[in-house]
């Protein structure tokens, strides 16, 4: 059975975690399997946004602690410096966190520790009123090491930061919105329709735009302002690829404004 099912309908690519007897826990195998549908997402011309989600009751509980612990337990200062180019969850919390096509989490069950992870390195969470969040690593004597401190400060604060990775303790889904952590909360049953709807409404923008906006806001974090605005202004101002499809939206718009 493939641990990664990777469909693709109406430019929409769909990447669900096949591991529901484990929770969706990231083993090597999902790992690289999760690796390729990412790189094959960023390169297909026919899909522009992905929607991430789990088989099962989680979304993915985080690495696969009978694998990945005894890897590491004798590990050197070398076998970090080269884990340090490709993190969990098939790369997008780091190594293919680049990608510029917009990517939602359609968190349906547990996201905790590194599946937490994976789901903040995503653009957009859409989250089951089942779902669960967690630092959980502390717990076993450990903490985020694939983006999910950085992301933490970055989307919720350090005081959120903090508590949650401090603690260690469980987020539901209404305290996960809340928080700011994820960007809707609906019925168990609504959810794929729910981020399918998220999706479409990035597909009505133009797609040029929407890769530029997304590179532009990646870069221009932790930037000084003066920075930031130029980088803005250059990006924006030469986002268009071909000024045709500009001018028909332009038409369309003041067509409808009559």
């Known amino acids: 059975m493939a641990k990664v099912v990777y469909e693709k309908r109406d430019r929409i690519g769909y990447v669900t975690l096949n591991r529901p007897e484990a929770l969706n826990a990231l083993d090597d195998e999902l790992n690289d399997a999760l690796w390729d549908a990412w790189a094959d997402f960023n390169a297909d011309d026919s899909v522009d946004v992905a929607i991430v989600t789990g088989a099962g009751k989680a979304f993915c509980s985080g690495a696969d602690l009978k694998t990945f612990l005894p890897k590491w337990e004798h590990a050197t200062m070398l076998d970090a410096r080269k884990n340090a180019a490709r993190g969990i969850g098939g790369g997008i919390t780091r190594g293919q966190h680049r990608i510029t096509k917009p990517i939602i989490a359609a968190v349906n069950g547990f996201a905790i520790g590194g599946g937490f992870e994976l789901a903040l390195a ?17 717990r076993q004597g450990l903490h985020q090491g694939d983006g999910g401190i950085v992301r933490l400060v970055a989307i919720a604060g350090v005081g959120t930061a ?7 303790r469980e987020v539901s889904a209404e305290e996960a919105y809340r928080l700011g952590l994820v960007n809707e909360v609906v019925p168990h049953g609504e959810l794929l329709p729910t981020a399918e709807r998220w999706a479409r409404m990035i597909l009505a923008n133009g797609q040029q735009a929407i890769r530029s906006a997304k590179e532009t806001i990646l870069e221009v974090i932790g930037r000084p302002l003066d920075d930031a605005l130029r980088l803005e202004t250059v990006n924006g101002y030469s986002s268009v690829g071909d000024f045709r499809e500009v001018a028909e939206r332009l038409q369309q718009f003041f067509g409808k404004s009559r």
């Open 162 to 168: 903090l508590d949650l990775t401090l603690t260690g």
């Open 122 to 138: 995503c653009d957009i969470r859409i989250a089951s009123e089942k779902a669960k969040f967690g630092v959980f690593e502390v």
